[in-house]
């Protein structure tokens, strides 16, 4: 029997899996703090649900990635503290960030954890690695939808530039 054999969660883990597990724990880390932040700053009710479940999934992400980070001998990455609350009307309108630029923000963060997890994905050699991630993708392109569709409901989205007149073919 090899090392790679029977049950996937008793196989060693890999360095680029340990890498992918400490910096995606990093990064859901990082995401926590910076939705909270945004929390104080949106306005519309909507968008902040959209930051709670980011928040929500990045707790779980974190905490799943540092369970297997942990059973495996490896320190994961420390929690940032936590973050005061703040009230809307408190923070100086220059100093603001919009509804617009946090749903921008939001969108352009869970596209780049769908890439993530495809590549965490594609070098993982053990399944239960790479079907975490796959769980992960799979809610990220949810939460990417759902922020795709709040951004074209209030008009928030700034599309880039679309061909409206097509040019004729010529056939040769």
Not at 5 to 13: E, F, R, T, V
Not at 36 to 47: I, Q, W
Not at 55 to 66: G, K, R, T, V, Y
Not at 126 to 152: N, S, V, W
Request: net charge negative; aromatic share 6%; proline share 6%.
């Amino acid at each position: 029997m090899g090392v790679l054999d029977g049950n996937s969660k008793q196989q060693p883990l890999h360095y680029g899996e340990i890498n992918d597990l400490w910096s995606f724990s990093m990064k859901a880390k990082g995401c926590i703090s910076t939705n909270r932040a945004f929390l104080n700053h949106a306005e519309d009710k909507e968008l902040k649900g959209v930051l709670k479940d980011i928040i929500n999934q990045a707790e779980l992400e974190a905490s799943e990635c540092d369970s297997i980070l942990i059973a495996n001998g490896i320190v994961p990455f420390p929690a940032w503290p936590d973050r005061p609350e703040a009230k809307f009307e408190d923070i100086p309108v220059g100093a603001r960030f919009s509804d617009q630029e946090i749903a921008a923000m939001a969108g352009a963060d869970t596209s780049l954890g769908l890439v993530a997890c495809s590549q965490i994905m594609g070098m993982s050699i053990r399944e239960d690695i790479g079907a975490l991630f796959g769980k992960y993708h799979m809610t990220k392109a949810a939460l990417g939808l759902k922020i795709l569709k709040m951004c074209k409901d209030k008009g928030w989205i700034v599309p880039p530039p679309l061909q409206l007149k097509r040019p004729e073919l010529v056939e040769v």
